[in-house]
């Protein structure tokens, strides 16, 4: 059922030599070098009846309809199919000269507590994505608003430790406590995210070079946002701009609604995203209006992820990209436009909560601070 890849070991060396940091990426879609790919072992579904888990899972689902979620470990043919298709990824990613690596394995059902509340468990470690945000040379921990995965990076600690000895930089926003007053609720009962202190998951974030966008949402707060932007003024020889993107999108993660394809081009969710409303720095720039998803295999009844995860594509270069291999649509736009496409399989994107990008986190990219937007 796992894959054999060794946890935090090299399985191919990168192309040409790299700069001196072992970590160096600053944008989304420039020639990938080295990347981590989750896993599903040992993911489950937390118990959704405290408030940090209902936002970051069904934020859209009533309390009274909670109760019809089953929760605890994934079934073994979720996660058996789940590994399949991340194996093939890793395989396709490895003839492309990319160095791979995997989290360490974490027991996601040891419950664990703060002073302040008890969990049920983890969650899962098959979106490193989420919890880890790369700017340039510097490894940023960030600090999620989803209690249960308060110490999942810790399957990438040895990862991390091994940078820093190397010469990359690697910092952690301020560990959150996470008290029942950051959690509100609107006039329908539907959890929100406070104010009360930053939090903020790395996927309400892209980077374009020199800017940085930053979504403002239920999983990424101001004050999240106000944290980040005085730690990238410690970065990028302080040349680093962030763009807040508020109202576009107010639920979970930026990479099911915008995703950076070349300088240039842009792929954009047009069921959250109009012509009218298409982020300022954007604009001007050539843009793909995402085809509404093709049916799967995999229509769950209660899904993490809408069915958007349809646009969640890896770049692999500027020409080259990872999608869901269902979406024939998606893929004809881009090989439209000269992307090679390379689809590939993940049957259970929606139930698990993430797709190409989401279950990936480049640590090397070849692209520099370049300012996309000049």
């Not at 399985?11 to 040409?16: K, L, N, T």
């Not at 944008?27 to 970051?56: H, I, K, M, N, Y």
């Not at 990862?159 to 930089?169: E, I, K, S, T």
Request: aromatic share 8%; glycine share 10%; proline share 8%.
């Amino acid at each position: 059922m796992s894959r054999s890849v060794t946890p935090v070991t090299p399985v191919s060396e990168a192309g040409p030599a790299g700069p001196v940091s072992p970590v160096h990426s600053w944008d989304e879609f420039t020639t990938l070098r080295e990347v981590v790919v989750g896993t599903a072992v040992g993911a489950r579904l937390p118990e959704q009846t405290e408030p940090s888990s209902w936002l970051s899972c069904f934020p859209k689902t009533s309390a009274a309809d909670l109760a019809s979620i089953r929760v605890g470990p994934y079934s073994q043919q979720v996660v058996e199919e789940t590994e399949e298709d991340l194996d093939a990824l890793t395989a396709t990613l490895r003839g492309l000269g990319v160095t791979v690596h995997q989290p360490e394995p974490i027991d996601h059902a040891a419950e664990f507590a703060s002073p302040l509340w008890k969990a049920d468990g983890g969650f899962h470690s098959y979106c490193p994505r989420d919890l880890t945000l790369v700017v340039g040379e510097t490894v940023i921990e960030v600090a999620s608003p989803m209690r249960q995965r308060y110490f999942e990076v810790f399957g990438l600690r040895g990862l991390f430790q091994d940078y820093l000895r190397r010469g990359a930089r690697w910092l952690a926003a301020p560990r959150p406590q996470l008290a029942d007053e950051l959690f509100e609720f609107d006039g329908d009962g539907l959890p929100l995210l406070g104010e009360a202190e930053p939090v903020f998951d790395a996927a309400n974030v892209l980077r374009l070079g020199r800017d940085v966008f930053y979504q403002v949402s239920r999983s990424g707060n101001e004050l999240g946002l106000r944290w980040l932007e005085s730690t990238l003024g410690l970065l990028g020889d302080g040349g680093l701009r962030l763009h807040p993107l508020r109202e576009i999108y107010g639920y979970t993660h930026i990479d099911s609604t915008i995703a950076l394809l070349r300088p240039g081009l842009v792929l954009l969710n047009p069921e959250r995203i109009t012509p009218e409303t298409v982020p300022e720095p954007l604009r001007g720039w050539d843009i793909l209006w995402c085809p509404p998803a093709e049916p799967s295999g995999d229509t769950p009844e209660h899904a993490l992820s809408e069915s958007w995860i349809s646009m969640n594509l890896l770049m692999v270069s500027p020409d080259t990209a990872i999608v869901e291999s269902g979406q024939e649509s998606l893929i004809k736009q881009l090989e439209h436009t000269g992307i090679t496409v390379l689809p590939h399989r993940l049957r259970h994107s929606r139930v698990l909560g993430g797709g190409f990008h989401c279950v990936t986190l480049d640590i090397r990219r070849d692209g520099g601070l370049e300012d996309y937007l000049a």
